[in-house]
C-alpha cells in the first residue's frame, strides 16, 4: 500500500508565500520523478514542476523564478516553495510521484489528493 499525503494549501492574499508537501508512505522501493500540477476550473490540468532522483528540475514558464522544487529523499517528500504569489495561481495542487514498490521492476504512477490554494487580491 502506497500513499501520497499533501499538505500546505490554503488562502493567501497576492504577494504572499506559500509552502506545500506531498510525503510519500507505504512500501516503497524508489521513487523517481516527483511532479507538481494544478487545475482550476475551466482550465486544463498543467505541470508546475519537476524533479528527477537525481536533482534535475523543470519549471512551467508562468512559474519560473518564482516557484521552488526540492525533495528530501529521506523522509520520501518534495516540496513546493511559491512566492510572490497571483491570483491566477489559484488552483487544486496535485502531487505525482513515479516510484517503484518494494521488491517491485514496475514503475506505477501514484497520485495525491489535491490540496486547494487560493490567493486573494
Known sequence: QVQLVESGGGLVQAGGSLRLSCAASGSIGSINTMTWYRQAPGNQRELVARITSGGSTN??????GRFTISRDNAKNTVYL???SLKPEDTAVYYCNAQLRRLLAVAIQNYWG????????S
Open 59 to 64: 519549471y512551467a514558464e508562468s512559474v519560473k
Open 81 to 83: 516553495q511559491m512566492n
Open 113 to 120: 489528493q489535491g490540496t486547494q490554494v487560493t490567493v486573494s
